[in-house]
């Protein structure tokens, strides 16, 4: 999306209408609107979502935990994409592969810089999540039409600076005072702003777009508790 501001208004591939019967719609469970992914709900309690699946390169940047990256690579493959995560943990991400997956691999694991080229398409959507440190490498697979990519940083680093002035996207959560100054100063944050990003309870992300700013609250699923756990910052 060009902002989260415009979360309920972004605008994911088109699909032919369906057609249902009245009497399946109680069967129904996810919200009928726009594709995209459920990132939480913003300060009046209404669902904001990403459209991760675009026809032109989405850089995502979450300067936050790894909970939230995870929650948003479960509800990624959950919208049909093929989810690839490069990590030098692997194994902090091996459950949440096997889980996902149900014997299919909807989410795959990769070593850092050893991510194979993808074939995104627009029936076959890619999301590659980077949660490769500190100081991630320039990655070898980039953003492309159909293949957004999510990097995670723990905290600000070195390479800080130059990830958010490139992403479209950012989201930050829970920071220092120090590191809320410097983020406040790339974004363009009001004081009230930056000043709030070291009090954010767990869970809780300011997202950014250009000039939008949205706080943002992101609870698990029973499903999504059951294998991650509650929310968290720290990992």
């Given amino acids: 999306m060009a902002g989260v501001g415009a979360a309920r208004r972004l605008l994911g591939p088109r699909h032919a209408g369906h057609t249902l019967a009245a009497?399946?719609?109680?069967?129904?469970?996810l919200p009928v609107g726009d594709d995209g992914v459920v990132i939480g709900d913003d300060?009046?309690?209404?669902?904001?979502?990403?459209?991760?699946?675009?026809?032109?390169?989405y850089d995502v940047l979450l300067i936050g935990g790894l909970w939230t990256a995870q929650v948003l690579a479960l509800r990624a493959a959950g919208t049909g994409a093929r989810v690839a995560v490069e990590t030098g943990r692997a194994q902090a991400w091996t459950g949440l592969a096997r889980a996902a997956g149900a014997g299919l691999?909807?989410?795959?694991?990769?070593?850092?810089?050893?991510v194979p080229p993808m074939g995104a398409s627009v029936g076959g959507p890619v999301v590659v999540v980077r949660d490769c440190g500190?100081?991630?490498?320039?990655?070898?697979v980039v953003s492309a039409p159909w293949q957004s990519v999510l990097t995670l940083l723990p905290y600000l680093s070195p390479v800080a600076p130059r990830l958010l002035r490139d992403a479209t996207l950012?989201?930050?959560?829970?920071?220092?005072?120090?590191?809320?100054?410097?983020?406040?100063?790339?974004?363009g944050l009001s004081a009230a702003e930056s000043g709030a990003l070291p009090t954010l309870a767990d869970g809780v992300t300011l997202?950014?777009?250009?000039?939008?700013?949205?706080?943002?609250?992101?609870s698990g699923t029973d499903a999504e508790t059951g294998l991650l756990g509650t929310a968290r910052r720290m990992d």
């Fill in 170 to 187: 950012v989201g930050v959560q829970r920071v220092s005072p120090q590191e809320a100054e410097q983020i406040g100063r790339i974004l």
């Fill in 207 to 218: 997202w950014c777009a250009g000039r939008e700013r949205h706080w943002v609250m992101t």
């Fill in 23 to 29: 009497t399946d719609l109680g069967a129904l469970s």
């Fill in 43 to 57: 300060a009046e309690g209404r669902p904001l979502m990403v459209g991760f699946h675009r026809s032109t390169p």
């Fill in 134 to 140: 500190m100081r991630p490498p320039r990655g070898r």
């Fill in 105 to 114: 691999d909807c989410i795959t694991l990769h070593e850092v810089g050893r």
